[in-house]
């Protein structure tokens, strides 16, 4: 078995790190700012939602209950404020 010295002196110099991360988009919070979307009077703009079945069935549903929904190049846009019964 060779064993390796340990070093007398450690040096450590101060530096920075610096950049950009985008989280990855989240189901949960997608589904949630549709109905919020819905809720709101006016045009709600929700950027990078996640689009799944799951979700693709949230922006139906908020149809169904009276909102105006498109989705087109990673935004999903919702006109809302009357939330109606379904039939």
């Known amino acids: 078995m060779v064993w390796l010295k340990a070093p007398d002196k450690v040096v450590i110099h101060p530096s920075s790190v610096d950049g950009r991360v985008e989280a990855p988009p989240s189901k949960s919070y997608t589904h949630r700012m549709l109905f919020l979307a819905l809720l709101a009077r006016g045009r709600s703009v929700v950027r990078r939602p996640l ?34 019964g379904v039939p």
Not at 61 to 75: C, H, N, P, Y
């Open 51 to 84: 689009i799944s079945n799951d979700t693709l069935a949230t922006l139906n549903a908020v149809s169904l209950l009276g909102g105006s929904t498109r989705v087109k190049g990673g935004v999903a846009e919702v006109e809302g404020g009357e939330v109606r």
